[in-house]
């Protein structure tokens, strides 16, 4: 019984919990630490035993070293493109779909529209790798295998279920009074959605888009069965082919796990509150 | 004020009637609502609904690129369910899919709780905490086989300096290691999820409930026990349920860490899917294994909605 008062009280210590958190984020963030750490290293370093915790020589050999440098020497920046060319498309096809959709689904409600928000929710649950083989079939009959559209085409069924879903969250939030005033004022529908909803909406809704953007960036397994040739690679499948047989660079390859996650950790930093409504507001009360 | 609109007749004044025919189809609201999010709900069904049907359809036929394709009943499954492969991929998946959501929710539970009970900084902490969910898995695996290495890793540097252990371990070789490691690897990414949906749950919990309590002599056990961990447990299986039907089909870490090894030690389902469509080119089986995953994804599901379905009845 003392033991539990004692216990009781250092767990229920304001302290305890920034130590607490502290150690977590020392857990959590030491692997990004690490890829930092080790993408500024020469490639001898990074094999040398015992590992060194700060660069003893800091260099950038492995962004910008010549022939061995992945922005300089190899593919990269390709790959980059690629990324943000499928995960800025996909986005923005994502949300403006999804925003109509939404927008008819809850403001406008019909028979079976309760039923096909339901439906929204339930293709989440399917494993994306099940629907791999059907993919892959329906993009080759369309001739779209090894070409960028033929990952969009995919990654828009990853993406499209989860943003109408967030939307709904946000359009069941939205104050109607403010469409009934505009329709009022002689605004269409559609003028409504236009003028006043998507204004209103439009944190929410870049939260939405990024939040598509981000996990059609980190997509690995559909471009990777999709596409052959190198030129069209997304950074995700040409990180996989860094891994050499005999030697691998680690620097190299840590620089570009670098350049792969700037992306999530400036929308993160930037946007964070508004990330985390998104995701919440779509499945605190799933 | 008569707004521009309505001198021009747009709202069927009787004014217009001379110059424009009425509007007779204006449509009614829900009719709207059917037209605008039709072309939507034909992307779902097209993009969902045509793909489903094509797997299942697939695993009933023999479809290998060696012999003929033709119809082949249950042939698929029932060679399937003869195979010692899959069933090592059955447990594995499950393992996997167990120990990631394990470790997530003590990882996210832990940090939602005491984010939720800081008063200064909690921005500051909250974007720190979200960064992992940034890497994508690929790199994420990378990242901890890279730490994990037995010649070079860090990982073995800080525990032989810790002194928790004598010599470096080789991670990636043994068998219950490797797994270890993958599971690591791939919840590291899926904690802050968990972490913002229970964080989410936990401030909503109104402040007078703690007060009282603390008024009839409750530790922050009694807290955690009867108030902290109830109200969140809505949020909380939903993110359990999201983390576990996620990792049960997430491929990505192990891909880039173990490709399955040592041994298959480290081999799920939706590895051997992927090498019967990649590798193998058994599209038939690669069909069925899909149905299978589909199904193993509904159960877990069906059984948090049973639970969820039970809370609610309660309360």
Redesign the interface.
Known sequence: MVL??W??RI??H?AT??V??CV??A???F??F??FI?SFKSLEE??????T?FPHRFTFEAYFGGRRGILTGSPVPIYLMNSLIISLTTSFVVTA??I??????V?????G?KA?LV??LL?R??????????????LRYLGLINTRTGVIFYT??LC??LV?WMLKSFFEAFPGELIDAALV??AS??GALLRVVIPTMATGISAVAIIAF?WT?????APF?FINSDVLKPI?VG??YF?GDELTY?NT??AA?VL??I???I???VA??W??KG??AG???? | MI?L??ILG??GGPRSSGSRPPRRFRLS?????????????L??LL??G???V??VV?SFYRYDFIRPTKFYGFGNYIKLFHDRVFWLAVKNTFIFSLGSTFITFL?GF??A???S???RGG?F????????????????G???G??FNP????IN?IL?KLGAIKAPLDFTADPSLAMFSVILADA?TR?P?LT??VL??LERIPAELYEAARIDGA???HELRHISIPMVK??LL??LL?TS?FS??S??AI??MTQGGPAKATYVL?LY??DN??RFLN?GR??AI??M??LF??LI?SAYVYFLLKEERWS
Request: proline fraction near 7%; hydrophobic fraction near 55%; charge should be positive.
């Open positions: 539990r008062r216990a009781a767990v229920d304001k919990a920034y607490l958190l977590i984020l857990v959590l963030l692997p990004i690490w890829t080790t990074t094999f040398h035993w015992p590992p915790y779909a999804g109509l959709t939404a927008y008819g689904l403001r406008y409600p019909f028979k529209s096909a439906l929204f293709t649950l399917i494993p994306p790798i099940a629907l791999l083989l059907p993919f892959y079939l329906i828009i069924y499209y279920p109408v004022d002689g529908r559609l981000l960036w980190n997509e690995f397994l069965i995700t990180i996989y891994v680690w390859l840590a796990g792969a996650i992306p999530g950790i929308f993160f930093i964070q509150r990330i985390v995701l919440t499945m605190g009360k799933m | 707004g609109e309505h747009r709202k609201d829900s009719q709207f609502g059917a037209l605008v999010s039709l072309p939507g709900l992307l779902l993009w969902v045509v793909p489903l094509i797997v697939i990882f832990t940090s709780w005491c984010l009970r800081i008063d921005t902490f909250r974007t720190l905490m979200m960064l992992p969910w940034a890497v994508p898995l690929i790199v994420s990378f990242i901890w890279w730490m010649t070079y890793g860090v540097d032989l590291w904690i999820f913002i949906l989410a749950g530790d922050i056990f809505g949020p939903t993110g999201i039907v049960f089909r491929i990505d891909f880039s939706g899917t992927v469509i990649y599209f690669a069909g899909s149905v995953l589909l994804c509904s599901a």
